[in-house]
């Protein structure tokens, strides 16, 4: 499970309408439960994902027997999706990620 942050400007979409709509425009199978969006795409066998307060929690399961089109074209769709949900391009996604596992956490931090 991953939770990625969300810019200011793009937190409108942490509503369940509103990621089952962008989930639509990048998936093929897109179902919504209370504050879920369930979906599947080519390598991805499931995404559910869901808001947590100002971020976006992704549990993904992949399948890693696919042809190599399949897995790049995947891909793509996904970082499309990541993008238009959250605001941030793949570079700032994994510079964040980077930056938070950095950070000394614990009592006295």
Known sequence: MQQYPVRASHRAHLVPEELERIA???????????????????AISRLVCRA??????????????????????TIARYNRFLEEVTGFNS???????????????????
């Open 52 to 73: 947590v307060g100002r971020e976006l929690e992704i549990d993904v399961t992949m399948n890693p027997k696919v042809p190599e089109d399949v897995a790049r074209e």
């Open 91 to 109: 570079k700032e996604r994994a510079k964040r990620l980077r930056k938070s596992a950095s950070a000394p956490t614990g009592p006295g931090a």
């Open 24 to 42: 639509r425009a990048h998936f093929d199978t897109v179902e919504r439960t209370e504050d879920r969006v369930t979906s599947s795409f080519g």
